[in-house]
């Protein structure tokens, strides 16, 4: 048995990646994703009308096309995003040069991983859902480059066909012990990854400083800051101005929070005793103090705070736990 991919097992290869790239759509560069394809059209090409592997000069070239674009658009790919548009691109590469079966395996290991880093990005249940169908679908691409698999397959389709049943069961038997995982597994109140995003690319979110202008791009961040539950009639939503940070002082190009400590505790508040609403907050970890009251808090209990002169209400240390 031949060491060698046929041309079906490289077009098994390459609808794996396609799917699996697919997942990353949503922050990946559109002209990142274009070469992305490019590339594994590249390859198709090759293996369909040119026997062996893309020559060494090609490959190299577009190495260096594939770099130089990368830096273009997410700058020195250090970070989140721009070390997974580089996982995704060397894929790609990696695709150009591969021959043998082991280089498939290679491959195919290397995009499980890239499948899971899409969550760095977005944990949606259509995103999990999706990381799922991909899981499975490189399940079958790794069956499909097993020796001797393929033997009788008449195309691509069929190459398919044969490996999505296997892949299918592998994916159903692992449903216990992810359950079992989910279940057990303790959550951490920070994120594993730790490196900072680009210095370009901004978050939706708060910061104690703003500076109109200053982003060339926006990401927008769905995680939860706070869960509120009231004890009686839902305010309605005129009524829902969630006070977070202040920012008094401008220096001509940024607004910024002024020094906390020049502020008073407390502050002077009429209010009629029957239009005040009781809630409950329970602040998830932001690593910041700032709280969020509705509008002025007559009475605020819990953790432990400090109201301040200019209308604030601050954690006295970082809310690094869930607290209320």
Same mark, same amino acid.
């Given at each position: 048995m031949t060491n060698s991919?046929?041309?079906?097992?490289?077009?098994? !290869?390459?609808?794996?990646?396609?799917?699996?790239?697919?997942?990353? /759509?949503?922050?990946?560069?559109?002209p990142l994703s274009i070469v992305f394809i490019g590339m594994l059209v590249i390859r198709l090409a090759w293996a369909t009308w040119m026997p062996g592997p893309v020559p060494l000069l090609l490959r190299g070239g577009i190495s260096f096309g594939i770099l130089a674009l990368l830096v273009w658009e997410v700058g020195i790919p250090i970070g989140r995003e721009g070390g997974s548009a580089l996982l995704i691109c060397l894929l790609a590469l990696k695709l150009l040069e591969t021959r043998t079966r082991r280089d498939a395996r290679l491959l195919l290991a290397a995009?499980?991983?890239?499948?899971?880093?899409t969550f760095l990005f977005s944990q949606q249940m259509i995103a999990t859902v999706y990381a799922l169908f991909v899981g499975a679908v490189l399940f079958a691409a790794l069956h499909g480059v097993t020796p001797g698999f393929g033997a009788g397959a008449s195309g691509l389709s069929?190459?398919?066909?044969?490996?999505?049943?296997?892949?299918?069961?592998?994916?159903?038997a692992a449903i216990p012990l992810t359950l079992l995982t989910f279940t057990l597994f303790p959550r951490l109140a920070s994120p594993l990854w730790g490196a900072p995003w680009d210095a370009r690319t901004g978050k939706t979110g708060l910061s104690d400083r703003m500076e109109p202008g200053a982003m060339s791009g926006l990401w927008n961040d769905d995680t939860p800051v706070m869960r509120a539950m009231f004890r009686g009639q839902l305010p309605s939503p005129q009524q829902r101005y969630w006070r977070g940070p202040v920012l008094w002082d401008f220096d001509g190009s940024a607004w910024h929070g002024a020094n906390r400590m020049a502020y008073e505790d407390?502050?002077?508040?009429?209010?009629?005793?029957?239009?005040? !609403?009781?809630?409950?907050?329970?602040?998830?970890?932001?690593?910041?103090? /700032?709280l969020f009251p509705l509008d002025l808090p007559v009475r605020a209990s819990g953790i432990d705070l400090r109201q301040i002169s200019d209308g604030q209400t601050l954690a006295r240390r970082p809310v690094?736990?869930?607290a209320s």
């Open positions: 991919l046929t041309r079906n097992e490289i077009g098994l !290869l390459a609808l794996a990646l396609i799917l699996m790239v697919v997942a990353h /759509w949503h922050w990946l560069p559109v995009s499980f991983f890239t499948t899971m880093v069929a190459a398919v066909r044969r490996a999505m049943p296997l892949a299918g069961r592998l994916a159903i407390g502050f002077s508040l009429e209010y009629d005793e029957t239009s005040v !609403l009781a809630y409950d907050v329970m602040m998830e970890p932001t690593e910041q103090q /700032w690094i736990e869930p």
